[in-house]
């Protein structure tokens, strides 16, 4: 996607606390090109940065229609190994960083893990158990700082207003532009019911889709790269 396909959410940190933008500096995914788009905080600064894809019935995406969101994510080696997320979101309820979404992520840590959160996008990837701080799913095995996750996140509307969340990866022996999706252990798909009871809260019926991090700390790196949004017709 190009970068006008892209519009910042608003109430984000600012780009003296958070320097962002394409850059040839990282080392891309198997399959990648040239640049990768990068984040870095300038600041202990405690926030979020966000960004939604912008094209027509994408934003948000009509009522009762999800969508896919997918692509490789990277907490860079840092000043250190916590107060850093980088995640995908979907089902965005507004375009403001507050706005709650369904967001794919990877949690602080040497050894962080995956996880499914329901909640404010500024509040990014709890590094908690399932059933606690909006986390839905939490992946059973660990991944390690510096290395790219490729990541698919599907959301899908049924007729009864149920949403179901179903996650993906790519083992990134195979390249970005051939992905061979697999399920991963402890991240099976979750319906977020009609009548809140599985996530505390009402699910979300549509809305935006895109990526960010969320930073608590200095010198901290986020990296993204073959991002792709599709949606229910």
């Known amino acids: 996607m190009a970068s006008t396909d892209w519009t910042e959410l608003t109430g984000v940190l600012s780009s003296t606390d958070v320097r962002r933008g394409v850059t040839g500096g990282a080392t891309p995914p198997n399959g990648g090109g040239t640049f990768v788009y990068g984040m870095r905080s300038e600041q202990v600064v405690v926030g979020a940065v966000g960004r939604f894809t912008n094209q027509a019935n994408f934003a948000p995406t009509p009522v009762g229609k999800g969508g896919s969101v997918r692509g490789a994510i990277q907490r860079g080696i840092s000043a250190g190994a916590d107060g850093f997320q980088p995640f995908l979101f979907i089902g965005a309820q507004g375009s403001d960083i507050l706005s709650n979404a369904y967001m794919l992520g990877l949690t602080d840590g040497e050894s962080g893990r995956i996880a499914l959160v329901k909640g404010p996008i500024s509040s990014g990837i709890p590094d908690v158990a399932p059933g606690t701080n909006g986390v839905l799913r939490r992946s059973s095995s660990t991944f390690a700082i510096g290395a790219w996750q490729h990541l698919r996140l599907d959301m899908r509307v049924n007729a009864n207003g149920d949403t179901v969340l179903t996650v993906q990866r790519n083992d990134l022996a195979n390249p970005v532009g051939s992905p061979v999706w697999a399920a991963v252990p402890g991240l099976e798909q979750f319906i977020d019911d009609a009548i809140g009871a599985n ?17 608590e700390d200095v010198y901290r790196r986020c990296y993204f790269d073959h991002l792709e949004c599709l949606r229910e017709t």
């Open 199 to 215: 996530s505390g809260t009402v699910p979300y019926p549509n809305g935006r889709m895109g990526y960010g991090a969320r930073f």
